[in-house]
């Protein structure tokens, strides 16, 4: 079985700083996928960012990136430069590569606040 | 054009009614998926279809059916509705892992 921690709850960060949220995961899968949505107030589930199991190299995109540690199975969010909006709940999940059944176990999230 | 769409956004309906929900997507898709968010803001797999064939069912009560008429379509039809049955109903569609949303349908059962 596939289990995704995330130990923030909530987090207060003022504008402009960097933030990190926090993902462990555990699983026994060779091969795995990580991921990072966004949940703004408005409800939508917006895809960040991904990183493959046997990707040698954190994934980036933009002000997110991906602090991969495969050997302590976390897979922490690290955003950039925090703006106002992005104030939003963030979920981290995994899904096992498993052609034609996948699915994405998630956290329990981490609501984010930007202070002006 | 919007990628996964799915309707309605808001549902308010009395116990023991029967809904649907409906999700499209336009991305070639072969897998689609319905995800259930609680008010704890969980969110937890329903189903899977993979090209019209349900491949993931996670014990959910039967009065739940979701339906693929074809691989861009799947729909959830929901019997005798609950008070427990009230959340945001989410649709989404991959090919691989990653997976790709819909808005949510919120559905408040009274």
């Known amino acids: 079985a596939q289990k995704i921690t995330q130990t923030q709850p909530g987090m207060f960060v003022q504008e402009k700083e960097a933030v990190t949220l926090d993902c462990t995961y555990d699983t026994s899968d060779p091969s795995y996928g990580l991921f990072w949505y966004k949940q703004p107030s408005s409800g939508e589930m917006i895809f960040l960012i991904y990183?493959?199991?046997?990707?040698?190299q954190n994934a980036t995109e933009g002000r997110y990136s991906l602090n991969f540690q495969k050997a302590r199975k976390s897979a922490n969010l690290v955003i950039s430069a925090s703006q106002l909006g992005d104030s939003a709940m963030y979920f981290c999940?995994?899904?096992?590569?498993?052609?034609?059944?996948?699915?994405?176990?998630f956290g329990t999230g981490t609501r984010l606040t930007i202070i002006p | 054009d919007t990628a996964v769409s799915q309707t309605p956004k808001y549902l308010v309906t009395q116990m023991g009614n029967d809904k649907s929900i409906k999700c499209e997507q336009n991305l070639g898709h072969d897998t689609m998926y319905w995800y259930k968010q609680d008010s704890k803001k969980f969110l937890k797999i329903m189903f899977s279809y993979n090209n019209k064939e349900l491949i993931i069912n996670e014990t959910v009560p039967n009065r739940f059916s979701p339906k693929s008429p074809d691989k861009a379509h799947l729909n959830l039809h929901i019997n005798s509705l609950e008070l427990g049955d009230s959340a945001v109903y989410f649709c989404?569609?991959?090919?691989?892992?990653?997976?790709?949303f819909g808005q949510g349908t919120r559905l408040t059962v009274v």
């Open positions: 989404a569609s991959s090919t691989g892992l990653k997976a790709f």
């Open positions: 999940a995994m899904g096992r590569v498993n052609f034609g059944n996948e699915k994405l176990t």
């Open positions: 990183q493959g199991s046997y990707d040698q």
